[in-house]
């Protein structure tokens, strides 16, 4: 019957529930199984670099740029994928602007849990790093933003690390045995 | 002659500079030399704990209590003594408070070039750190907050890492050669 069929739909999207595009900001509205994000990325977003490695440097460019901005990479490691992300927000009145920069497994909330990120900036005699399990794109990287649950930073702080306006982060991903 | 008393005493302030009380805070107004600052500080300002060793936690109480706060401590290690202060400010509209964390050598700039001090805060899962040469309390620490030079992090930073209101640093001071 329609009624039997509306019911296993429901149970369908509760078992595979879809995912959403995680590229940052909300302009893309794709939604599909965790499967096709990668295939939806590559023909969707084909401007994002992908970096293999377990260990990159993420170049963020004219970090001085005006207003919000994203700056988003691909890293490729222990067979799996993980979304860079670097937002620029005008968060507090008196042109005051926060940098925030967070990764997510293209990947299930159970699998994020396996690998460690590390972000680093670092010049001369100076050094700041971050370490936290990864975000899966089913979580998204807002909360984490909203909630200061990532690498977060002022202008100053990124004018201590940028050269000639752009800004390079080390990243590294670990993989952990589980706990 | 009078005048040439008084040129003299130019010339060794100019020599000799004074040094201003490193407590942060602008309440208390002594000026001496800089053998003397470990005195004062022990004279006038009892109640600052002094931990020794290379490794130390800093902890800080008490983070949630409203408005402008300083906490402060002491570490000695490599013969030297190294003051740790901890600010919180009402930065922002909207109740945003932030906290800026630096170190400080009781010395002079050219022998604060021969550390390196490395302030982490973590849990389980995550990790904050920052390291940098620690100023002079001849430059003070004023300017290295406003400029965001040293660790500094938001209220949902400080509550990822606290425990029931209470904010442990971890504290490292490295001897470095001479670049
Ligand atoms: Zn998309
Ligand atoms: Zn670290
Ligand atoms: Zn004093
Ligand atoms: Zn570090």
């Known amino acids: 019957s329609i009624r039997n069929l509306a019911m296993e739909k429901i149970a369908n999207n509760m078992v595979f529930p879809p995912y959403s595009c995680p590229c940052p900001g909300a302009s893309c509205k794709w939604q599909g199984s965790l499967s096709d ?10 401007s994002i670099t992908t ?4 260990d990159i440097v993420f170049l963020a460019t004219d970090i001085n740029l005006p207003g919000a901005v994203d700056w988003v990479m691909m890293q490729s490691c ?7 992300v670097l937002e620029k927000q005008d968060k507090f009145d008196h042109g ?3 940098f925030y920069a967070v990764v997510q497994l293209i990947g299930a909330k159970k699998d994020a849990e396996n690998f460690i990120y590390r972000l680093e900036l670092s010049n001369n005699r100076r050094r700041l790093c971050w370490e936290a399990t ?3 794109i089913h979580e998204g990287v807002a ?3 909203s909630q200061s649950d990532c690498l977060s930073f002022d202008t100053n702080h990124a004018q201590l690390f940028a050269e000639n306006g752009n800004l ?3 990243v590294t991903i670990q993989h952990v045995n589980q706990m």
């Open 96 to 98: 005051q602007q926060m």
């Open 37 to 46: 994000v990668m295939g939806h990325l590559m023909k969707a977003h084909k």
């Open 143 to 145: 909360q984490a933003i």
């Open 134 to 136: 990864p975000r899966s």
């Open 51 to 54: 970096l293999q490695g377990e």
């Open 168 to 170: 390079g982060i080390n």
């Open 78 to 84: 222990f067979g799996a994928y993980f979304m860079l």
